[in-house]
């Protein structure tokens, strides 16, 4: 079992930064690919990057690519997510999720772990 838990969301102008944290325990967690999806009201829950076990390997939807960054400390069990140049459009609920492979994390149907999710709202 693995526990995820994220922080680091809050309410920020549009043009802003934020860095998310997810922590955590339970299951080795450098053997785990990891990614952050988000989820607005109304919406389905979509991908928003992912990161393989080693660090060696990112992963991007299209809407985010040179904006955000995932990156992963294995020895702090942490996974991060530096979100710049936000936008109103960037406003959701956004999930840590953990996965066997880079493959599986990169759909919300196959990830195994998942945490309670942090707000983010940009505005405008």
């Known amino acids: 079992q693995v526990q995820l838990v994220e922080s680091g969301g809050g309410l920020v102008q549009a043009g802003g930064s934020l860095r998310l944290s997810c922590s955590a325990s339970?299951?080795?967690?450098?053997?785990?690919?990891m990614a952050w999806f988000h989820q607005a009201p109304g919406k389905e829950r979509e991908f928003v990057a992912l990161?393989?076990?080693?660090?060696?390997?990112?992963y991007y939807a299209d809407s985010v690519k040179g904006r955000f960054t995932i990156s992963r400390d294995n020895a702090q069990n942490t996974v991060y997510l530096q979100m710049n140049s936000l936008k109103p459009e960037d406003t959701a609920v956004y999930f840590c999720?953990?996965?066997?492979?880079?493959?599986?994390?990169?759909?919300?149907?196959?990830?195994?772990?998942w945490g309670q999710g942090t707000q983010v709202t940009v505005s405008s």
């Open positions: 339970g299951r080795t967690f450098s053997t785990l690919s």
């Open positions: 990161i393989s076990w080693s660090g060696v390997s990112t």
């Open positions: 999720a953990a996965a066997s492979n880079v493959v599986a994390a990169s759909s919300p149907a196959t990830c195994d772990y």
